[in-house]
């Protein structure tokens, strides 16, 4: 017997549709019927490669008597947090007024009309260790709604209130060398002395920090950074057989991982992997190891149809048995005889675009044109499956059917960073002019917002709260449209496109300085900025780099704060001032084999087409 879920296009939502709980997916119908029937609803958020999701849905969800309470007493929703993630967003900030120990599952109970008057993650169906059961923790807000409803629905009403009120406190000015300096100095007191990477268990691989760090330039934040690749490279964090990274480790010293795979930080270590390569000679071996494996991790395991799946699964069956983690203490042989853990074959835009980023961006400097190619049919694949005739993003797609959820800012944010990232790295204009039609499409009066509408049920049950300026496992959505933007104005797009970028910047400037690890984008963005403007360009004659004297190469390696690199032939130049980008006028290779202009603030320098006198004017 199956419930509503069935057909769900997610296969989180998939996972429960044989459950006894008469679950509902995520829409106002659910909330509707709880005002009719008078009783609270049950919001549980999670996502298919969550462990303890698959923990509680095995325990609890497919218990008769757990499922029996659960439909007669509340209207349960499940909600896939990937597909959802405003929803998810939203729920997390209400739950977080009950406990600080937040994660997935994320179980809240709310009024009808949708907002929180309880919440917590994983219960047991039995009580335990001094821990009450799922079974008590039901009877418990049965027995409130029942005797004490007024006082319930005046909390849950204090809380929304309280969110709703929130303001946005962290403005400033972009920082100078002594408050970047301080930063780096708070990381570095917060780095781990003995292990690397920052803080104790469980620890994750904190990217957009250990990026942000690696490309400031000092010699103390490439040791902070260097010290948590190498360290993370070496650990049991990475599966040294088929490439990757998991989600994070639950020691501190990188051991004991907790084993799903995500592309999200797969996708953006291979960047911070690739750029370790370039700076660190004494690892430069291991750090293209490393990269090539997350590469391969990406394009074998990961690919599916339409993209790349958004992560692998942390359970799989080895010789007959449901297991957490022993299939990656096999060897490739062992490896090859066993079913490999499930995918979450749901392909995502934003975590999409963070691969076409990296996968363009590591290409470029490692000189992998396939990584490169890659990268550009991934991106026309996420085009012609994601973006709908209006030219909106869908949030997600599943074996070629678009989800109804609508896009969010992450999914035009990252998308058009990786867009931009990848006309970068193969000099064709084509999809820096998607970017920016993304960047438009959010870009208002008042900064970055959603295009088209937000979540429809939120907005109707009056929970659409300001964007939440943190930052999680990768940059916001706003950041990362910021930081397109930024590239689009390097490249010689409309000035109003610097203009947003350095608002966006300001607008959590001070809580970036204050809190860089969960600021980090934000930081990195405003490091750029404050950096100044500056470009390197690379006419070549031709089609071919070997005959450009080292020129093109050189620009592939070459990165400083707030300068953007980038090598076109003679005729990809042309193609970027026909679409709009003043910086390639009268750029040409001079009938040379290359010219490089080194530029600032749109303000050349007297070309070059000689390596060492390149290299003369940039110090």
């Avoid at 008078?38 to 609890?60: D, K, L, N």
């Avoid at 396939?370 to 026309?380: D, Y």
């Avoid at 930081?523 to 093109?552: F, K, P, T």
Wanted: glycine share 10%; hydrophobic share 45%.
């Amino acid at each position: 017997m199956t419930n509503a879920l069935a057909g769900s296009l997610s296969p989180y939502l998939l996972q429960h549709a044989e459950n006894p709980v008469d679950w509902q997916p995520w829409g106002l119908a659910p909330f509707e019927e709880a005002k009719r029937r008078q009783v609270p609803v049950f919001v549980s958020i999670g996502y298919a490669t969550c462990h303890w999701c698959h923990v509680m849905a095995r325990e609890s969800f497919s218990d008769p008597g757990i499922a029996k309470l659960l439909n007669e007493h509340f209207v349960a929703i499940k909600v896939d947090r990937e597909e959802h993630p405003e929803v998810d967003s939203t729920y997390m900030t209400m739950a977080s007024a009950f406990s600080q120990n937040l994660g997935w599952p994320l179980n809240v109970f709310v009024t009808p009309e949708g907002k929180a008057f309880f919440a917590g993650t994983y219960w047991p169906p039995d009580a335990m260790a001094g821990h009450p059961s799922f079974r008590q923790i039901l009877s418990r807000v049965i027995e409130a709604w029942g005797s004490q409803r007024g006082d319930v629905e005046q909390t849950a009403g204090a809380i929304a209130d309280a969110i709703a009120g929130q303001s946005n406190a962290g403005a400033g000015s972009l920082p100078g060398s002594a408050e970047l300096a301080a930063v780096i100095a708070g990381l570095g007191q917060s780095e781990d002395p003995e292990f690397g990477g920052f803080g104790a268990a469980p620890k994750f691989p904190q990217v957009p920090a250990i990026d942000f760090l690696l490309t400031e330039g000092s010699a103390e934040a490439l040791g902070i950074a260097e010290r948590a690749l190498v360290a993370m490279a070496q650990s049991e964090l990475r599966d040294k057989i088929e490439g990757g990274f998991f989600r994070y480790a639950t020691k501190r010293d990188w051991s004991v991982p907790h084993f799903e795979r995500m592309l999200y930080d797969n996708a953006q270590l291979l960047g911070s992997y690739s750029r370790l390569a370039l700076v660190s000679e004494k690892h430069r071996d291991l750090a293209l190891e490393v990269a090539t494996g997350i590469a391969d991790f990406l394009m074998k395991i990961l690919k599916v149809e339409g993209g790349l799946a958004s992560a692998q699964n942390s359970e799989s069956i080895v010789d007959g048995y449901l297991t957490e983690g022993d299939y990656y203490s096999l060897d490739a042989e062992a490896r090859a005889k066993q079913s490999p853990p499930e995918l979450d074959a749901k392909v995502l835009t934003g975590w999409n675009g963070l691969a076409i980023n990296s996968l363009a961006l590591a290409g470029f400097a490692l000189d992998r044109p396939g990584w490169v190619e890659f990268a550009e049919e991934l991106a026309s694949s996420i085009l012609e499956n994601q973006r709908q005739p209006d030219g909106s993003l869908a949030r997600a797609s599943l074996n070629g059917r678009v989800s109804a959820a609508s896009a969010v800012l992450e999914d035009y944010g990252l998308l058009a960073r990786g867009l931009v990232q990848l006309a970068i790295a193969t000099g064709e204009p084509k999809w820096a002019v998607q970017a920016r039609e993304l960047v438009v499409a959010c870009l208002g009066e008042d900064g970055f917002r959603t295009a088209g509408s937000a979540d429809s049920t939120l907005s109707k049950l009056g929970l659409n709260s300001e964007i939440d300026p943190t930052e999680g496992p990768f940059p916001s959505g706003p950041v990362a449209l910021a930081d397109t933007s930024r590239l689009l104005y390097a490249l010689g797009a409309e000035r109003r496109f610097l203009e947003a970028a350095i608002a966006q910047a300001e607008q959590n400037a001070g809580f970036a300085l204050k809190h860089p690890l969960g600021f980090a984008g934000n930081l990195r963005l405003a490091a750029d900025l404050a950096a100044g403007n500056s470009q390197l360009v690379v006419v070549y004659s031709g089609s071919e780099v070997d005959s450009a004297g080292g020129l093109v190469e050189f620009s592939r390696r070459f990165e400083r704060a707030g300068c953007t690199s980038i090598a076109v032939t003679d005729e990809q130049a042309g193609k970027w001032v026909e679409n709009g980008f003043s910086l390639f006028e009268g750029r040409g290779s001079n009938s040379k084999p290359a010219t490089a202009y080194f530029c600032e603030d749109f303000v050349c320098r007297l070309p070059v087409d000689d390596l060492a006198a390149l290299e003369d004017l940039l110090g």
